[in-house]
């Protein structure tokens, strides 16, 4: 049956940052459903199985959560996989994944929705940038490659979609405590012979804060950009980044 609650899709939200946004969303009274590869480990939410990568999957679920729920009110295109590599250290099957899922997933998550809410006259839509949206890292060329784009993507659709109510904003966050970087970094230690230990206190000391980020104080950033108190905020930026990008 429809509810009146906020019907919200995020993409990714099994484990980091989407979990968190996911927790905190229900808290604040939305219906959330999780589509994810990952299962989810808590019963928070409604969980569906979807790989970002397929875009006739990720039309059936939007499809089935717009005809359960009877419209789509926000969206938070969180999936995404990181990688540290330069170029030639990237391999074919790694470049072809990070676009796959970065880009082309969010493109996809997008091209399923927008229609829903533009039926509607109204939504919010929070895209999942990065601080190398804003500026470049060494070792992350093909990474920050599609952050950038997007960027562009929340920059544009924000354009297209404001004369139908439709907001549209990107969250850039800077390095956070989650399963995505562990794998990162074991991933570059394997590659470059530094120690794991290492390579993350490196990534707490560059940092003005002088840490890490937590995935809750990225959800914290996401639900105001979802929520109506950003009602004249759309096609930004929203750096969550411990003051990095600021340097």
Do not use: W
């Amino acid at each position: 049956m429809p509810t009146n609650q906020p019907v919200l899709i995020i993409t990714g939200a099994s484990s980091g940052i989407g979990k968190a946004t996911r927790l905190l969303m229900h808290q604040k009274g939305c219906k959330v459903y999780n589509l994810d590869i990952l299962e989810q480990t808590d019963a928070v939410g409604q969980f569906i199985h979807c790989d970002m990568r397929n875009r006739e999957a990720i039309r059936q679920a939007v499809q089935q959560i717009a005809d359960t729920e009877g419209r789509i009110d926000l969206l938070f295109a969180n999936a995404g996989v990181h990688l540290f590599a330069t170029i030639e250290q990237t391999s074919d099957e790694e470049l072809d994944r990070l676009v796959d899922i970065n880009i082309k997933g969010t493109y996809f998550i997008l091209q399923a929705v927008l229609p829903f809410m533009r039926q509607q006259q109204k939504g919010s839509i929070v895209l999942m940038g990065s601080d190398q949206s804003f500026v470049g890292k060494a070792s992350s060329s093909a990474y920050g490659m599609t952050k950038g784009a997007v960027a562009q993507l929340a920059k544009s659709t924000a354009i297209d979609y404001a004369p139908f109510h439709i907001r549209v904003n990107c969250i850039c966050p800077g390095t956070i405590d989650t399963p995505l970087l562990d794998k990162a970094v074991d991933h570059y230690a394997r590659i470059s012979g530094q120690e794991s230990k290492k390579i993350m206190s490196d990534l707490n000391t560059i940092q003005p804060a002088g840490r890490i980020g937590k995935p809750e104080e990225i959800a914290a950033a996401v639900a105001f950009l979802l929520s109506d108190e950003s009602s004249f905020v759309t096609g930004s930026l929203l750096s969550a980044d411990g003051g990095y990008v600021c340097q």
